[in-house]
T-cell receptor, first 108, second 114 residues
Framework: GQSLEQPSEVTAVEGAIVQINCTYQ??????LSWYQQHDGGAPTFLSY????GLEETGRFSSFLSRSDSYGYLLLQELQMKDSASYFC?????????FGPGTRLSVLP | DSGVTQTPKHLITATGQRVTLRCSPR?????VYWYQQSLDQGLQFLIQ???????AKGNILERFSAQQFPDLHSELNLSSLELGDSALYFC?????????????FGSGTRLTVV
């Protein structure tokens, strides 16, 4: 089946840099997305990588390596408001399959 | 406001009952997706509709069904409810071929089965 793996929890302090990794299955893979979800809220789209390399959007960057079936989300200059769950989601053409999510806790 | 409207926001019902969740996609989006999120779990894909037609089906139980109407709103019907069906149900919409822009999620319907 199609499944993704992510760490369940990550903790970092304000101002730090954190990397959330994601591995996926390659069969039928088109691209990798990242979503942020605050407790009780809706997932919000952060980025989409279809090609290898780094995509930068402000403090957040996303990376994809198709040869390694691996991607990551990089969050810089962490702020308290970044405390949330982060989901990678792989695009298999018809729909996105979401990973189990990584809960990021940002400490003062 | 994301532009995707889900009603109701909260629903409490008894086991064995049937409920209908409603979703209006963002203006211009033809695709609607339904996801289930149980407590502290990821998002499980249920079903996708595109312009009124079922396009993809995930791990959707036979007790669950959905449809998309000509005005593009969608309804998810859950019947013979069990305690384990308690979850957040999200609807999302997207433009065709708009993977670069991702899905836009509604605020969800929190279903509690007692």
């Amino acid at each position: 089946g199609q499944s993704l793996e992510q760490p369940s929890e990550v903790t970092a302090v304000e101002g730090a840099i954190v990397q959330i990794n994601c591995t996926y299955q390659t069969s039928g893979f088109y691209g990798l997305s990242w979503y942020q979800q605050h407790d009780g809220g809706a997932p919000t789209f952060l980025s989409y990588n279809a090609l290898d390399g780094l995509e930068e959007t402000g403090r957040f960057s996303s990376f994809l390596s198709r040869s390694d079936s691996y991607g990551y989300l990089l969050l810089q200059e962490l702020q308290m408001k970044d405390s949330a769950s982060y989901f990678c989601a792989s695009d298999y053409g018809q729909n996105f399959v979401f990973g189990p999510g990584t809960r990021l806790s940002v400490l003062p | 406001d994301s532009g995707v409207t889900q009603t109701p926001k909260h629903l409490i019902t008894a086991t064995g009952q049937r409920v209908t969740l409603r979703c209006s996609p963002r203006s211009g989006d033809l695709s609607v997706y339904w996801y289930q999120q149980s407590l502290d779990q990821g998002l499980q894909f249920l079903i996708q509709y595109y312009n009124g037609e079922e396009r993809a089906k995930g791990n959707i139980l036979e007790r669950f069904s959905a449809q998309q109407f000509p005005d593009l709103h969608s309804e998810l019907n859950l019947s013979s409810l069990e305690l384990g069906d308690s979850a957040l149900y999200f609807c999302a919409s997207s433009v065709e071929g708009g993977n670069n822009y991702g899905y836009t999620f509604g605020s969800g319907t929190r279903l509690t089965v007692v």
